[in-house]
């Protein structure tokens, strides 16, 4: 928010007092000493978001600035919307340290508090400097400190020097990716530190936290994994039951392994009360919700989450991505937009905008002109989105030859959480297009061997019973195709998960389409439109698949109510924080 010359009337626009704690300056300039400084910085963060009276920027937002920021104070301030800014430095030497930490108010640039501490390197000792830090920042604030969270702020999570200091490095790697290799990293330093000191229920909470995320992005979906983050959630259960990152654990494991969302939201709140400050913990409730099909209420925790880490790319995307669902084009433009200015490598934000601008208001032209501001196209995981955004523009253009010419440079096989699409479904749905009917039953049928396949090995993936429904259905052999869609979105209906839930809806109406049962077609497709959800790129109104209704007035009613932003249901107002 903003007045009317475009600068902010006043730093922090929450109510509480507002801090940003940026990077410690590293004075021994020991590049092994590095670490160390960069651990307590982080484990300083953690002390002071105890506290709920005061709101505090995340650690992924701060480090954007570094140790030695070139923007003054309070041009940071107002970016990361914080009135105060803490800086300092840690010198080391042996076994003692020297750290001096200062507190400016950004908004009147005025020193409000400093101190320097010398104390020898001990868990203890560095628990109880961050401690006072925590105290005294709130006091110079006047941040109201709750008397059981000066009690969490002084508690050390262990005594053990060696198992600290692996911790801290498993929660560096931890936070720093979703990356296979960084993920398996962090495990193993969690292993190693409730190895030292079985009774760290800190460690225990993220091993199991990295045990479930490993598992549920399919970086080691085996029942080890999966036994190994409910004993480790168990075990912190049992040490620590009312640590906010227990909770977080086991939100993780019900989430992540199990699929269970209820279970999963009531332990997020709880760890969302104890750690008000916690972009992650905001966040998970968001992500909860919208699985539960409660997109507006989604919408509003991810709002909250950037105010803690407002540099998030992550964050960004989502945010994005829920506007998208609920019909908000205008603000998922700009939030994409956003997104792009803060990260403008991110080659998979310019997919998204494009497909943005084609829902919106079907501008191939826009949606051409962002796919050519992308740097170079990434594979990996994004492959299904990237590949399919200027496909889709050509598919709107009615362009089919360079929408097959685009599928020569696709993987086998394009797939994400939501979908599994081979290669030669696409170039037969192209084709049947082109009114080539010889080449798309060629490719149909190419597409049913590959899935079957695909089933041998996953025989309880509904994305794979999907897509066999639409091979099938290509084949003519509507009967079966009906059975196989109707299968996937029997293991997983919207009522378990919504968004996933509407990708099985999506592919059983054009099922009946091909099949020539046009009112259950409609039926599904009625269902879809009168939730949030992101589908129908292209949009209902230029997809040329759904030409075989064009016309037809229930159809045409149905793309008008499709283009129109979605109502948010009149419900008590219920704040997003917890008191």
């Not at 110079?140 to 400190?145: F, K, L, M, P």
């Not at 205008?330 to 403008?344: C, G, K």
Request: aromatic content about 8%.
């Amino acid at each position: 928010s903003g007045d009317s010359d475009g600068s902010r009337a006043a730093l922090g626009s929450d109510e509480r007092p507002s801090i940003a704690v940026l990077p410690l300056a590293n004075r021994s300039e020991r590049e092994e000493d590095a670490f160390f400084t960069d651990a307590f910085h982080d484990e300083l963060l953690t002390r002071l978001a105890m506290i709920g009276g005061l709101k505090v920027i995340s650690r992924t937002s701060v480090l954007s600035y570094g140790e030695r920021p070139t923007k003054s104070l309070r041009s940071i301030g107002e970016e990361l919307d914080a009135r105060y800014i803490m800086e300092g430095g840690a010198f080391r030497a042996d076994d003692h340290v020297r750290i001096n930490l200062q507190l400016i108010d950004a908004l009147e640039d005025a020193h409000l508090w400093a101190r320097t501490f010398d104390v020898e390197i001990a868990v203890e000792n560095l628990i109880s400097v961050q401690e006072e830090v925590a105290r005294e920042v709130a006091a110079a604030v006047e941040a109201e400190v709750r008397p059981a969270e000066l009690v969490a702020i002084g508690v050390a999570p262990t005594l053990d020097r060696q198992a600290y200091e692996l911790y801290l490095r498993g929660r560096q790697l931890y936070g720093r990716s979703y990356r296979s290799e960084d993920l398996a990293e962090a495990e193993g330093l969690f292993q190693r530190a409730v190895a030292i000191d079985s009774s760290f229920a800190l460690a225990w909470s993220f091993l199991s936290a990295t045990a479930a995320r490993r598992y549920f992005l399919h970086h080691a979906r085996d029942e080890d994994t999966s036994s190994l983050a409910w004993a480790a959630a168990n075990r912190a259960t049992e040490l620590a039951p009312d640590l906010p990152q227990t909770h977080f654990a086991l939100g993780e494991y019900y989430y992540h392994v199990l699929m269970d969302l209820g279970r999963a939201l009531q332990e997020y709140l709880i760890a969302h009360r104890g750690s008000p400050n916690d972009d992650e913990i905001t966040a998970g409730i968001g992500y909860i919700k919208r699985r539960q099909g409660d997109w507006w209420q989604a919408r509003d925790y991810l709002e909250e989450a950037l105010e803690y880490n407002p540099l998030s790319g992550n964050l960004l995307w989502d945010l994005g991505e829920t506007q998208y669902g609920l019909r908000l084009y205008p603000d998922a433009v700009r939030t994409f937009e956003r997104l792009i200015s803060l990260v403008p490598d991110r080659t998979g934000a310019y997919a998204y905008l494009s497909r943005l601008h084609l829902s919106w208001n079907g501008d191939t032209d826009r949606a051409r002109q962002t796919l050519r501001r992308a740097p170079a196209w990434e594979p990996s995981s994004s492959a299904n989105l990237v590949l399919s955004a200027p496909m889709n523009v050509e598919l709107v253009d009615r362009d089919y030859q360079a929408a097959l010419a685009l599928l020569q440079a696709a993987p086998e096989v394009l797939e994400d959480q939501f979908q599994l699409r081979p290669r030669s479904l696409l170039a037969a749905q192209v084709n049947q297009l082109l009114v080539d009917t010889m080449a798309a039953r060629l490719h149909f049928d190419s597409a049913r061997v590959v899935i079957e396949q695909r089933l041998t090995e996953a025989p309880d993936d509904q994305r794979l019973y999907s897509a066999l429904g639409l091979a099938l259905a290509g084949l003519g052999r509507h009967s079966e195709a009906i059975i196989a869609a109707r299968r996937g979105l029997a293991i997983m209906p919207a009522q378990r998960e919504a968004w996933k839930g509407m990708y099985g809806h999506e592919a059983l109406a054009r099922v009946y389409a091909m099949a020539g049962d046009y009112e259950s077609a409609m039926r599904e497709l009625e269902r879809i439109v009168s939730h949030p959800c992101i589908l129908g790129v292209p949009p209902l109104r230029l997809d040329p698949f759904w030409d075989l209704l064009r016309g037809e007035p229930r159809f045409e009613n149905l793309v008008r109510e499709s283009e129109a932003p979605l109502v948010q249901p009149r419900r008590p107002a219920v704040p997003v924080t917890s008191p």
